[in-house]
T-cell receptor, first 110, second 112 residues
Framework: KQEVTQIPAALSVPEGENLVLNCSFT??????LQWFRQDPGKGLTSLLL?????REQTSGRLNASLDKSSGRSTLYIAASQPGDSATYLC?????????FGAGTRLTVKP | DAGVIQSPRHEVTEMGQEVTLRCKLI?????LFWYRQTMMRGLELLIY????????DSGMPEDRFSAKMPNASFSTLKIQPSEPRDSAVYFC??????????FGQGTRLTVV
């Protein structure tokens, strides 16, 4: 069974810093990997979707990379802002299901 | 499109009562997922449907849980009888089947 792990569980940084969130998965035979953001009391919002044939995706200040062979993905956030404070979850799909990590709770201090 | 719509947003019920959670998919999507989120266990996949057919229900915790998709745009998750340990936020998500996923706002269930 696919297991998804996210490190660190929580991260606090001052505004303006660049940061990296990590995601690892046990079965490299994935269909795609997706990064989500969840604000307190809210649903999940998709940030970036990387297909298994791709190495990275970028959206604004966000860049996600995928290394299938090593079972790893990173989410890079440039020039962090207080509005980036949220929980970030990665999810891997093997067919059309999605298995989530426990998330990284990010706090960006003004 | 209004996105994935879940109802109710909040539900408080007494132990032993039946609870029905509802989800309306985005028009044109053919896959639906039900998840449960708790502090202890994170997001757990309960069941997912493709073209109205349940594909994997291995995440459904017990026989007290059942899910249906009576048509292509609507699904229900029923818990009967409910127990305090069922308290969680329940999310549904719909997909085109191409790996994307759009989540509803969730239903916060409290069983007392």
């Amino acid at each position: 069974k696919q297991e998804v792990t996210q490190i660190p569980a929580a991260l606090s940084v001052p505004e303006g810093e660049n940061l990296v969130l990590n995601c690892s998965f046990t079965d490299s035979a994935i269909y795609n990997l997706q990064w989500f953001r969840q604000d307190p009391g809210k649903g999940l919002t998709s940030l970036l979707l990387i297909q298994s044939s791709q190495r990275e995706q970028t959206s604004g200040r966000l860049n996600a990379s995928l290394d299938k062979s090593s079972g790893r993905s990173t989410l890079y956030i440039a020039a962090s802002q207080p509005g980036d404070s949220a929980t970030y979850l990665c999810a891997v799909s093997e067919t059309n299901d999605m298995r989530f990590g426990a998330g990284t709770r990010l706090t960006v201090k003004p | 499109d209004a996105g994935v719509i879940q109802s109710p947003r909040h539900e408080v019920t007494e132990m032993g009562q039946e609870v029905t959670l509802r989800c309306k998919l985005i028009s044109g999507h053919n896959s639906l997922f039900w998840y449960r989120q708790t502090m202890m266990r994170g997001l757990e996949l309960l069941i997912y449907f493709n073209n109205n057919v349940p594909i994997d229900d291995s995440g459904m915790p017990e026989d007290r849980f059942s899910a249906k998709m009576p048509n292509a745009s609507f699904s229900t998750l029923k818990i009967q009888p409910s127990e305090p340990r069922d308290s969680a936020v329940y999310f549904c998500a719909s997909s085109t089947g191409q790996g994307d996923a759009f989540f509803g706002q969730g239903t916060r269930l409290t069983v007392v």
